[in-house]
């Protein structure tokens, strides 16, 4: 008898499956940066993550919100663009806005005439070409992370990321099981000619506290499930987290902060999404996709 040495995770097939005829919007954490890359690696059409990195339901909510006005898919009375009042200057001097992460900032110099003007620019500029992209792709991707949530003091505005700001400028919140179902029930009945596929990243919130993290991972979790059993056909859940859980048990698993999963897990996960989501007549291409892609990263010595 075969000695077994680890869980293996069941995991169902995508149907259909993706191939390269597939158009892929990709949003959440940063674990989503993470297959976003290796899915553009071996040449699949995607938007990885346009506002950045995203981390709860509510954020993601906000994010597909805008882009659906942008494109004409949702019906909103205030422009979806971003206004001055939008911009905040961090104490670092770098402009962002609540909803971006800061890697879509902008540091002013001395050659801008207005900084704020120059910045506005830029990201209606890449929300509108993002809008674009969105409004024809056939797959979501959202990828969550956690159901905590700060709200700007004084609003019901989920941010996206605190900025550096000070703690005061902000409340913090557990989105309720019931919240987070209606959120994704949300996203699922506004996008309904989009096939959706949902993870919890496998990524590791301690900054809420062992206990805090696996509370908010499974609220998470049990609001996918129950999407998920409502949308038979629509919806699909692959199982990241489970996987890094489980299959990859150990913390050789682990990059060295103990938080994020190593670059080996997350080819291991990789392998696992591609397994259950890419469909096999695609291997082939992907392959050559991926020697292309290593031949252009490839620096010659002069």
Known sequence: MQMKLFTNIEIPKLSPAIDYSSKIAMFGSCFT?????????????????????????????????????????????????????????RPDGLLVT?????????????????????????????????????YSADTLIITLGTSYIFKLSGTNFVVSNCHKMPARCFSREF??????????????????GKKIIFTVSPIRHLSDGAHGNQLSKSSLLLAVDKCISTSVGQSYYFPAYEIMMDELRDYRWYAEDLVHPSATAVKYIFEKFKEACISPDSYSRMEQEFRAFRANQHRPLL
Do not use: W
Not at 119 to 132: D, G, P, V, W
């Open 98 to 134: 609540y909803s971006h992460h800061s890697r879509c900032g902008y540091r002013p110099d001395e050659r801008d005439a207005d900084p704020d003007v120059t910045f506005l620019s830029r990201i209606n500029s890449e929300l509108k070409r993002q809008a674009e992209f969105f």
């Open 33 to 89: 940066d993470e297959i976003g890359e290796q899915l553009q690696s071996y040449g699949f059409n995607v938007l990885v993550n346009p506002f950045g990195t995203l981390y709860n339901p509510c954020s993601v909510f906000n994010s597909l919100m805008r882009l659906g006005a942008v494109c004409g898919m949702v019906r909103t009375q205030d422009s979806p663009f971003f206004q001055k009042e939008d911009i905040v200057r």
């Open 175 to 192: 989105l309720s099981l019931e919240e987070s179902c209606e959120i994704l029930d949300t996203i699922r009945e506004t996008f309904p």
